[in-house]
């Protein structure tokens, strides 16, 4: 089970993000933020909201209490990456 040890802020919508595998990448949440209408995603449209997570329970986590699943953000990190596509359509985020 992919959980994140540790994630740090960059700008914007992009986070630093370590996986429990040893993995170690850069996510842009911008689209999953802002492209979703739902109320609980309208107040991390203001960048200094978004940027005011914590790791908690294995995923980031938000004061409004929003968390993301960390498969999630490790497809949208690694999403480029071929040889996680096996993976990826276990998760179902690909076909």
Partial sequence: MISIKNAKHLQDYKIKIEFNDGRIGEVDLKETITGDHR?????????????????????????????????????????????????FKKWGYIR
Wanted: glycine share 0%; proline share 6%.
């Fill in 39 to 87: 109320p609980i995603f309208n107040q991390l449209k203001d960048i200094n909201l978004f940027k005011n997570f914590k790791v908690e329970f294995d995923t980031l986590i938000w004061p409004n209490e929003l968390d993301i699943a960390p498969e999630y953000l490790y497809f949208q990190t690694f999403k480029d990456d071929s040889r996680l596509n096996e993976q």
